[in-house]
């Protein structure tokens, strides 16, 4: 798999006097589609939540975040979006609209200018580029265990793909139950486990190599490191931020 793929990070002027988005994406983009992992920094909500939080649901106030979301938005030059309840699990939804596409963990859709968006705090984003089609997963341990990525992948309408893994926690600051290190070893190899420190890029990479992604690029930026560039809800605990994650095909 090729992982030579640069990485930069942008800042979006906005509509806010707070000042822009601050978005990390892969250099050179891919052909026909656009990808942004936005990090918590360019928006206006304070402490804890400070300051790109993207969630109403974890204490922040709801005019903060509609203001995170439209500089988002600017960010993305307008493009609109469609969103998920998201549920730990693996089923995937293919939608034609923007707006809320319902309960699942994944999106694809081979319509242009239409952004997939996922929140994160931990939990592993995973943007998949096709010809025709893009596809964006919301993967944490759960998911990841019950292979959401790969079924993304087989349900895309292109047989080349390309993955985009974003921040993430990682192998470093994530340590879980023996009983959860020994069923990912079973299930995507000893490699994926380091006693009880778990990858769950290295398990996502394994699950989309089997499912045919044929390039793979890893941001490798870890969440739990880097709390000035994002949330982390294991490190910083309940009351943190959501950041977005996001892919778009491009006409």
């Keep these: 798999m090729d992982t030579t ?34 990090t918590r920094n360019g928006g206006v ?5 400070d300051s ?9 106030g709801r005019e903060a975040v509609t203001q995170n979301l439209a500089l988002i938005k600017e960010a993305m030059r307008g493009c609109s979006s469609a969103w998920l309840r998201q549920v730990a699990g693996n089923d ?42 893009v596809g964006m997963v919301h993967s944490g341990w759960r998911g990841t265990l019950a292979g959401v990525g790969g079924k993304t992948a087989r349900q895309l309408r292109d047989d080349i793909l390309r ?30 486990v380091s006693g009880r420190h778990l990858s769950l890029p290295a398990a996502i990479w394994a699950d989309l190599e089997k499912a ?9 930026l870890c969440t739990g490191c880097r709390p000035d560039l994002f949330y ?3 490190k910083q605990g309940p ?13």
């Design 212 to 220: 045919g992604v044929e390039e793979v690029y890893d941001l490798g």
């Design 232 to 234: 982390s809800h294991r």
């Design 163 to 192: 993955a985009y893994i974003g921040p993430c926690i990682r192998r470093c600051c994530y340590e879980v139950s023996e009983e959860l290190a020994e069923a990912f070893a079973g299930r995507f190899g000893e490699e994926v």
């Design 52 to 60: 790109l939080n993207v969630s109403v649901k974890v204490g922040d």
């Design 5 to 38: 793929s640069a990485w930069t990070q942008h800042t979006a002027s906005g509509p806010e006097k707070a000042g822009g988005a601050v978005y990390i994406a892969p250099d050179p983009e891919p052909d026909g589609a656009r990808v942004w992992f936005f």
């Design 45 to 49: 909500s304070e402490p804890p939540y």
């Design 239 to 251: 009351r943190t931020g959501r950041s977005l994650a996001a892919v778009a095909k491009v006409s």
């Design 92 to 133: 995937v939804v293919r939608v034609k609209e923007t707006g809320f596409a319902g309960e699942a963990d994944a999106l694809i859709t081979g319509r242009s200018d239409l952004a997939l968006v996922v929140a994160v705090a931990d939990c592993v984003p995973v943007a998949l580029v096709g010809e025709r089609e």
